[in-house]
Every structure is written in C-alpha cells, then in structure tokens.
C-alpha cells in the first residue's frame, strides 16, 4: 500500500491542479466572455480527470471499472503513484501556460468596448470606417434547419430506433463510415446559423423557437437513438461559445449554473442507460438509480467513466515500451467515424490491448487512453507536458484568431467543443470525428452562406447617444 506520505502528496498535486486550473481560469476571463467560457470547459473538464477523480480515489480506495481493470490502492506501488501525480501537475501547468500565452498581444481593455453591447459584433477601433468580409445566410433559417432535421432523423432511424438507447440497443454501434456524419446535420447547420445570421433575425421569437426546437431534436436523435454523448457535448459548447462570441451572452453565472446542470444531467443520463444494464443493477429502476447517484455528486461525475488520471496512473505503473509515436500515425489517415481502422493502432486500441484483452479481443468498444496517456504511451515523461503545452496553444491562438471572421469563429468553437473529448481520447478518434465535423461544418458554412461586404462605423463615446441614433436612422 503507498505509504501515507505519497496519499498526502497526491491530494496536494490534486489541490494544486485546481488551484492551476482557477488561476488560469481567472485571467482568462478578463478577455470577456468567449474567454471565460474557454476557461471554464478547461477547468471543468481537466479539473474533473486530474483534480477531482484523485481526491475520489483516495476516498474510495479504488478505481477503475467492474468488468475491466478494477483495482484497489493498495495494489498500486508508490514510485507509480508519485509518477502520474508529477504527470499530471506538471502537464496542467503546461497547459495553462499555453493557454494564456496563447493570448499573448491581446490587452482586457480592448474587451471593455465590446461588453457594452449584446448584439454588435466587433468593430474595429482603429480607424473611423472599416470594411470587413461578413457571411449571411443564403438560404431562409427555417426550411434550412427543416431540411436538417428531416436529414439527421431519417439517417438515425435506419441505424436505430426512437427509445433504443434507453435499452442498451445504441443505433451508433451500426454507423456505416460517411452516413453517420449526415445523422449530425441538424447539429452543424444550427452552428452555421448561429454564426452567420443577422442580429435582428436572433431577436424574433419564430427564429429562436426554430433554433431551440432543432437543438431539442438533435438532442434526442443522439440520447435516444443512438446513445452517444460526445456529439451533443461538442455541439452545445461549440453553440455556446459562437453566442457567447457573437452576442456576449450568456453571462458568466448563467455560463457557470449551465455547465453544473448539464454535467449532472449527462452524469444521470449515463446512469439511467449504461449502468442500468450493468447485472448488479437490473433490479433496481431508473428512478432509484438516479436517486442513489444524485446523493454522491462527486462520484456522479467521476466514478462512472474511467478517468484520464486512472489511465495515467495505470500506464506509470506498467511502464510498456515506448511506442515512439506509432498511435499517431492512424490519426494523419483517420477514416471518417464507423469505417474500420486500417493501418497503425491508434492509442486506445493499444490500450486496451494491454490493460483489457478480453475487450480487445472481442474488437467492440475500446477505453480512451486520454491526451496525456497517449504522449505518454508514446514519447515518455517529456510527452504530457509538450501536448498539453501544444493543446493550450492551440485553443488560446484560435479564439484570439475568431474575433476576425466567421470561419475562424465556427472552427474555434468546435475545436473547444471537441476539448472534453480529446482529455478521453486518443488522437485517431479525435481526428476521425471531430475532424470530420469541423471539416463538414465549413464545408455547409460555404454552400448555404454568401460573403458580403459590411460597413461598420466607428463612433467615438463623446459623441453621445444622439450622434448615435442619428448614424442608425
């Protein structure tokens, strides 16, 4: 058993990734509300696998899975346990600093100016007059999203049927390659609605009833027909984050009280489904199984998936070979989602070759090796840190590249929405569907848009409300 040392030290490494993790959060924020928001996804989903699920093991004694590697802390020795925790601290801080650098050139004031208005988009304050290239709907918002829900229903009704998911009967385990990403249509046109209409066309009631009815349907194809989450959570980040772009709104308590609720609600969805048809479970209904859940908030949004942190710490106490980047290699040619995988193994396909053969070798579902585990698996200790260091670049110099056009802003959207997955997962998957997504976003984004050329004014404060009605009319 490690010794009582190494257990107070992992619950300060966890502590101190919060306290990263807030840090960073905390800055971020002084950016305006696209900012907190990107903020606010790293701290709840990172925060979750490395800060949160170690103070849950140390609690529990155990972690891991019934039915795949389920194993208690007293197995594990403690140079493994000291490993993952020097890991995981010293990867959370790569990925703030990342983060915040990621902004580097960008000042809070320049913000100031667009938190004084909900509809406006940004102006240029460098010059009296600016043209800039703007995208507009080509087509009405409602036939569009019409035709999109008419699309994703059709295509998930041949691989599912309505309530299945609810009966372990997941319509996404029959995807055929290129057709499941048509079953996402209704999700990526209301992002490219979202992104490309007019201000005045968001205030009517009719439309935000079409955008809410769509998102509502989208919802329901994937956590009753097909049973998957991944997309549903990219789709309402990446929503989120272009209305918090576009129109800054929501604010930053309404931000906070939507992510709380939706993780507990995701968290009890899993619960209801997936562990209601576990054996242990079968004689007790669904009411009481989310019951029970609701009572341990903590194991609710740790214990039911196995965390990155537990994949790290399996792979520190293992120490494989090192793979020398091998598992990437599958992801520079990832097929579109349901096709089957040729070529190098991607790292959870190799990672459940080692810590769960039974599963491996009935080729269905394999575990995510997660963003750490997987550089890990790979290049070694010097791994986690620079792919974390890369990942918090990379949202950080993406959304400062989205307050300039709209393509930038839909990509940088679903890059963020893609972030919880990515903290799983491994490369191939990454690539396999959130490259897909982003690819066929943009894709729609060029079809049913047209670019045209907007003049915006630049009105000095001084000139007073007057000047500024005078300049609308």
């Not at 959060?25 to 907190?36: I, K, N, Q, V």
């Not at 915040?100 to 208005?117: E, I």
């Not at 699309?151 to 390659?177: V, W, Y």
Request: aromatic content about 6%.
């Amino acid at each position: 058993m490690p010794n009582q040392f190494v257990l107070f030290m992992t619950l300060l490494a966890s502590l101190a990734n919060i306290g990263i993790l807030v840090a960073c959060y905390r800055h971020l924020a002084r950016f305006g509300e696209s900012s907190a928001f990107l903020g606010l996804i790293v701290l709840a989903t990172w925060g979750t696998e490395y800060g949160l699920r170690p103070i849950s093991i140390l609690i529990d004694r155990e972690f891991g899975r019934a039915g795949g590697y389920l194993r208690y802390l007293t197995e594990i020795s403690p140079a493994g346990l000291t490993d993952a925790n020097l890991v995981s601290l010293v990867s959370t801080g790569a990925l703030a600093l990342g983060l915040t650098t990621g902004f580097h050139g960008l000042s809070p004031r320049s913000n100031a100016a667009d938190r004084t208005s909900s509809l406006a988009p940004i102006i240029p304050q460098h010059r009296p007059a600016a043209m800039s290239l703007r995208r507009r709907l080509r087509l009405p918002i409602g036939p569009l999203l019409a035709l999109a829900v008419v699309i994703s229903a059709a295509i998930a009704l041949q691989l599912g049927t309505l309530g299945g998911a609810l009966n372990g009967q997941f319509g996404r385990l029959n995807s055929n390659g290129i057709l499941y990403l048509f079953v996402n249509m209704v999700g990526l046109v209301l992002l490219v609605t979202l992104a490309s209409m007019q201000p005045d066309a968001m205030a009517q009631r009719s439309t935000r009833r079409a955008l809410l009815g769509s998102y509502l349907v989208f919802v329901a194809i994937h956590l009753l027909v097909l049973g998957g989450r991944a997309e549903v959570i990219i789709v309402t980040i990446a929503a989120v984050m272009i209305l918090t772009g576009r129109f800054r709104r929501p604010g930053h308590r309404a931000l906070i009280t939507g992510l709380v609720v939706a993780t507990l609600l995701l968290g009890v969805q899993r619960v209801t489904t997936r562990e209601a048809l576990a054996p242990e479970n079968l004689q007790s209904s669904r009411v009481t199984l989310a019951l029970r859940s609701l009572a341990d908030p903590l194991a609710l949004i740790t214990r039911y998936d196995v965390s990155a942190y537990e994949k790290l710490l399996l792979l520190e106490e293992a120490d494989p070979p090192l793979a020398g980047g091998a598992t990437y290699l599958a992801a520079l040619g990832a097929p579109v989602p349901g096709s089957r995988l040729e070529g190098p193994e991607g790292g959870n396909r190799a990672f459940t070759r080692l810590f769960i053969p039974a599963r491996y070798e009935r080729d269905v579902t394999f575990e995510g090796i997660s963003l750490l585990g997987e550089a890990r698996y790979n290049f070694g200790w010097v791994g986690p840190p620079v792919f974390a260091l890369l990942a918090g670049a990379l949202l950080g110099g993406l959304l400062r590249r989205a307050r300039r056009s709209d393509p930038w802003r839909l990509t940088s959207a679903l890059v963020l929405g893609i972030f919880p997955s990515l903290v799983r997962a491994d490369a191939v998957n990454t690539a396999a569907l959130g490259g897909s997504l982003i690819v066929l976003t943009l894709t729609l984004l060029a079809v049913v848009t047209r670019s045209s050329i907007l003049q915006h004014r630049f009105l000095h404060a001084a000139q007073g409300p007057a000047t500024l009605a005078r300049s609308e009319n």
